[in-house]
């Protein structure tokens, strides 16, 4: 059985700004990350592999330097990395993102049955948690959203259990396979690479699929598929605050000056 | 008295041959540790030798260790007369009276002399491990080898008394050459003289049987016991690391690789060697703050960990099959415990208290390796940290844009090669920490004030690495350095000047390995020099700090022998020698954060920040005077959790930059 695991390079949020004029990121030196939720998605398939011995394969679509996101996931362990780049798939929405995965995932199955497919919840960039529901639905998988648990898997008869993280409450929900499984943090603790993994990883192919190998229409990828764009982004104006007191040399000064200064302002509950 | 020589010659020849077969067995054993060179500088190789094993440096701090001192002299002394005994074993009537007159008399003399202190101290190291058994005598696997330990004394009282035995004989017998050169067996004699009826020559060769039957049987047990390091010691203390700190060889990551040590083969020729040469005296022990704060690590149980370890397996190494035991796991004596690995503040105060020179941290850094590169198993804690350092290169994985938030309203200029003399490295809690950012602001005002060519590296500069070399991830830390090493000489960098000793000592030791010779100085060096040189004018002296201890900081002190500058900085700014903890200097006790300890909860034991500060409190402390900010948040930190409000710490700069403040701010 094959697991898919679709991680995605995101910009690190924490370092990312905006161009105030094009209102577009400024993508210039800034570092990328892989999408922190997908590395637990990957996390449960390598798990998986420990477990059961299904093989492993991590799909990422994005431009050629997201091959080093899909070289780190062969030195975690993955069996075989894809990356989806084409100049056709540039640009995508949602919508046009899960097709692309959707495909390469079909394709994938062709030599090997997929039984999982694992997402993060969504993505730190865009998070909109859209894309793995539209990969379950384009496949026509059961589609399992935000797993906290794996309660149980039998691969001869094809049932998962899992465990759905919701608002104040637990799910727990049995399906068939095949199941696409967006995963949420408190899934599990991801694996440090070791240093061997790493050194053969860096020689490993990571094999490159572009719209050759998938055959979708143009006109369903990238921008020209995408029925939603970006017309604006920005970020939020935030109040500069002020300092009130000196902490160091008055920190009970400093303490009730500030409890006052919430009080007045009608921030404190008492 | 006529021994027989045959017969003593033939028992003379096994024993010999049971000590040269006991000690090829065991040091043979060293040759499967990995390559290690070990005798580059010999002329400090030479004079460390001298201090160490002849002017016994290490074992007289101890204020027990003098009487090791007078057995070291008397073995050294009575060396000679042992050596005339056997002789005359085999030549019977053999004597060194063929010396000169004066100097044969004043051997015997000495011989005499050696041999009375000798027992005198085996009396007293007798009666300390029977009635006053020091704490570190109690630890695991130690009682067992405490037999061991009695019965080499014995063995030594038992000499002392045959050689008394045999001079007093052949003194009262008349038969002995420069009898009035002997007090003490003269005595002896007087003794016999009074209380003996028989015959006196057989007296003189029953005692004769008593030392060669008590020197022989010395030989052969020496190779099989702790003892051994009274071979092993002298040659140790000459092939220590004569870098400071003990370096981390770097490693070769090449494809199929192994990284680490979890065989005892996988450790250098010379770790092996350490663990033959360790008497177990405990020093180490005592002077961990780990295994005083009741944590699983014991620094001595590591050596003899590696040594039992070694000996225990040795039969399936030598012929190339992996050994049975296991180095690293469940609690045994040949096994050291994941939990006591992490344990380690790599403080350094083991390797400094050895008498022997034992390297003990690298040999638990190598296993750290081991297990974060090879097997991916460490403290979950250390998981984003090993991302963070990665990522942004800092270790709470702060965007690395935010480096130069702590400039607020100062101008701080680029370091430009040739216009800058210092480049000050801030370092990360320097520009992320909100309280040592206080600390890196009151620097950068002294250097202005002082008029210092200085400029950072701004947004650009990356994290040194150190916790990640010293935590074992030597992979991810070889590319920060390497990075490191091509910035700073990019930007021509020579001079440089860190208010972190993790930075400090990392810039300065261990990038030498990257080819970086910096002139690396620590603030406090800086510090002391503007002060001395009257480059820094202060307006008035600092004296409103109460009573001020400062603290060592391990990479400051005991890994760079950096004491008195702090201290001299502090004595110019305050107008008086700062206060000094009961446990200072090289004997600093450690804050708890160093070795990536930092980065980890302590979840065993009493918390060594806490006893630090305790320490602190006792001696009514009302500043604590740090210069490394790991020191800074481990005792702020204690304060808090022990609410001693009353007791502030301030950084070393921060007390200096008080001084600027003008004279009539100071009274309001």
């Given at each position: 059985?094959?697991?898919?695991a ?12 905006i ?16 999408n ?18 299904f ?21 975690l ?39 999982i ?26 589609q ?67 719209n ?10 990238g ?34 000056l ?13 | ?17 049971l ?13 499967l ?16 030798m ?6 016994q ?7 027990f ?7 070291f ?15 005359s ?17 004043a051997?015997?003399?000495?011989f ?49 008394v045959?050689?008394?035995g ?62 051994m390091?009274i071979?092993?010691?002298?040659p ?14 770097r ?23 350490d663990?033959?040469s ?6 180490c022990q005592?002077?961990c ?13 590591v ?44 403080c ?27 097997k ?74 002082a008029?210092?060519?200085?400029g ?55 990038y ?16 002391a ?10 307006n008035?002296?600092?004296g409103?700090?109460g ?5 060592d900081?391990c ?13 001299k ?28 300890r ?35 948040t ?26 600027l ?8």
């Amino acid at each position: 059985m094959l697991v898919v695991a679709c991680i995605k390079q995101v910009p690190d949020t924490t370092q990312v700004q905006i161009d105030p004029v094009t209102n577009t990121l400024v993508r210039e030196g800034i570092p990328f990350i892989v999408n922190p939720y997908d590395t637990h998605a990957l996390e449960e398939g390598l798990r998986l592999k420990d477990r059961f011995g299904f093989r492993v394969a991590a799909i990422s679509m994005g431009p050629p330097n997201a091959e080093g996101t899909l070289r780190k996931a062969l030195a975690l362990g993955a069996d075989e990395a894809i990356l989806l780049s084409d100049r056709a798939f540039g640009g995508a929405d949602t919508l046009a993102t899960s097709r692309v995965l959707s495909e390469a995932i079909r394709k994938l199955n062709e030599a090997e049955e997929v039984g999982i497919v694992f997402c993060g919840k969504q993505t730190i960039d865009g998070d909109t948690a859209q894309v793995g529901p539209g990969i379950a639905t384009r496949l026509g998988y059961t589609q399992l959203t935000l797993v906290d648990r794996i309660e149980a898997i039998d691969p001869v008869a094809r049932k998962i259990r899992v465990r759905r993280k919701l608002e104040g409450r637990h799910e727990i929900v049995e399906a068939s396979l095949p199941a696409m499984i967006t995963v949420v943090r408190e899934l599990n603790r991801p694996r440090y690479p070791t240093v061997p993994m790493r050194i053969e990883s860096s020689e490993a192919s990571v094999q490159l699929w572009s719209n050759k190998e998938l055959q979708l229409d143009e006109q369903t990828v990238g921008l020209k598929g995408s029925p939603t764009w970006v017309s604006r982004i920005f970020s939020p104006e935030r109040e500069k605050g002020e300092i009130v007191g000196d902490g160091m040399s008055d920190p009970v000064g400093s303490a009730n000056l500030l409890v006052d200064k919430l009080l007045g302002r009608d921030l404190l509950a008492i | 008295m006529s021994p027989n020589p045959m017969l003593f010659g033939a028992l003379l020849l096994v024993s010999l041959l049971l000590f040269s077969v006991g000690c090829y067995r065991r040091l043979s054993l060293v040759t499967l540790g990995q390559p290690d060179q070990r005798l580059d500088n010999p002329a400090l190789r030479l004079g460390r030798m001298l201090v160490h094993v002849f002017g016994q440096k290490q074992v007289i701090r101890k204020r027990f260790g003098w009487n090791h001192a007078v057995i070291f002299w008397s073995f050294i002394i009575l060396m000679l007369a042992n050596l005339e005994f056997m002789a005359s074993g085999i030549i019977p009537g053999f004597t060194l009276s063929f010396l000169p007159a004066a100097l044969h008399h004043a051997l015997l003399f000495a011989f005499d002399l050696a041999s009375l202190l000798a027992l005198a101290a085996v009396l007293v190291a007798f009666s300390r491990r029977l009635f006053f058994p020091h704490s570190s005598m109690s630890s695991n696997y130690v009682k067992a080898r405490s037999v061991e330990g009695f019965l080499i004394l014995s063995l030594i009282a038992l000499l002392m008394v045959a050689y008394f035995g045999l001079h007093g004989a052949t003194i009262a017998a008349g038969t002995e050459q420069g009898a009035a050169a002997m007090p003490v067996s003269g005595l002896v004699a007087a003794l016999i003289s009074a209380s003996w009826s028989g015959s006196l020559a057989s007296l003189a060769l029953f005692f004769w049987w008593l030392h060669a039957a008590a020197l022989l049987a010395f030989l052969c047990l020496l190779p099989a016991s702790k003892h051994m390091h009274i071979l092993t010691g002298i040659p140790n203390i000459f092939l220590a690391s004569a870098e400071k700190p003990n370096h981390q060889p770097r490693e070769e990551f090449v494809k199929g690789g192994r990284y680490g040590a979890s065989t005892v083969q996988q450790f250098s020729w010379k770790d092996l060697l350490d663990g033959f040469s360790c008497t177990e005296c405990g020093r180490c022990q005592d002077a961990c703050p780990a295994a005083a704060t009741g944590k699983a690590l014991n620094p001595r149980q590591v050596i003899h960990a590696i040594k039992t370890n070694l000996l225990s397996n040795a039969p399936s190494l030598q012929i190339g099959e992996p050994g049975v035991m296991p180095l690293i796991g469940q609690e045994g004596e040949g096994t050291t415990t994941e939990e006591s690995i992490w344990a380690c503040t790599t403080c350094g105060s083991c390797m400094s208290v050895c008498p022997v020179l034992i390297e003990h941290m690298p040999k638990i850094v190598k296993m750290r390796r081991y297990l974060v590169q090879m097997k991916s198993s460490f403290p979950e804690e250390l998981f984003p940290l090993f991302e963070n350092m990665e990522g942004r290169s800092n270790p709470w994985g702060i965007a690395p844009t935010e480096r130069t938030k702590w400039h607020g309203p100062m101008e701080v200029k680029a370091f430009e090669a040739g216009k800058t003399e210092y480049l000050f490295y801030v370092g990360c809690a320097g520009a992320f920490d909100s309280r040592q950012k206080q600390a890196t602001v009151a620097f950068a005002t002294i250097l202005d004030a002082a008029g210092v060519s200085w400029g950072t590296l701004g947004k650009d500069e990356k994290c040194c690495g150190d916790s990640l070399r010293r935590l074992g991830n030597e992979f991810v830390f070889e590319r920060m350095a390497d990075e490191n090493a091509r910035l700073l000489k990019e930007r021509g960098v020579t001079k440089v000047v860190t208010q972190c000793p993790h930075c400090f000592s990392t810039l300065k030791n261990d990038y030498r390995q990257y080819g970086m010779e910096l002139e690396v100085i620590h603030h406090s060096e800086l510090l002391a020099r503007l002060l001395e040189q009257g480059r820094l004018k202060l307006n008035r002296e600092v004296g409103d700090l109460g009573k001020l201890l400062f603290h060592d900081s391990c990479y400051l002190g005991r890994h760079n022998d950096v004491y008195s500058a702090p201290r001299k900085a502090l004595e110019l700014a305050t107008g008086k020698a700062p206060g000094e903890f009961s446990r200072s200097g090289r004997e600093s006790f450690c804050c708890g954060a160093g070795g990536g300890r930092m980065w980890q909860e302590e979840h065993q034991g009493e918390r060594i920040n806490l006893n630090r500060v305790k320490e602190a409190l006792e001696q009514k402390a009302d500043t604590i005077c740090v210069s490394c900010p790991y020191c800074m948040t481990m005792i702020e930190d204690g304060l808090k959790d022990l609410q001693a409000g009353g007791t502030r710490v301030r950084e070393l700069a921060e007390v200096v930059a008080e001084g600027l403040r003008k004279v009539s701010s100071a009274v309001c």
